[in-house]
């Protein structure tokens, strides 16, 4: 059973930053790949990042590239999202997720965390 929990959401400031953390709990962390993604209200959920298994890929989503870097620590089971540079758009719900596929497709991925929710004020 493998079980995602998200943790460092919060209200910031536009131009702030947020460490967005997900740990996983189960085994084989390292077969999976982690993916990022967000909802914010009245929209669909959108992708955001993913990291490969080995951690050696990474992809990012347009509105995020040179903004947010994803990490992961395989040994600890964690992902973590840097955001740095936020913008009111940012604001949304986010949700990490685990997938045996390196993909920004959400429907790929088999396990999903509750949420965190990050706030940016203007």
């Known amino acids: 059973q493998v079980h995602l929990v998200e943790s460092g959401g919060g209200l910031v400031q536009a131009g702030g930053s947020l460490t967005l953390s997900c740990v996983f709990s189960g085994r084989t962390f390292s077969s999976y790949a982690m993916g990022w993604f967000r909802q914010a209200p009245g929209k669909e959920r959108g992708f955001v990042t993913v990291?490969?298994?080995?951690?050696?890929?990474?992809y990012y989503g347009d509105s995020v590239k040179g903004r947010f870097t994803i990490s992961r620590d395989n040994a600890k089971k964690t992902v973590v999202l840097q955001m740095n540079s936020l913008k009111p758009e940012d604001t949304a719900v986010y949700y990490c997720a685990a997938g045996p596929v390196f993909s920004p497709r959400g429907n790929e991925y088999d396990y999903w965390g509750q949420g965190t929710q990050v706030t940016v004020s203007s």
């Open positions: 990291i490969s298994w080995s951690g050696g890929s990474t």
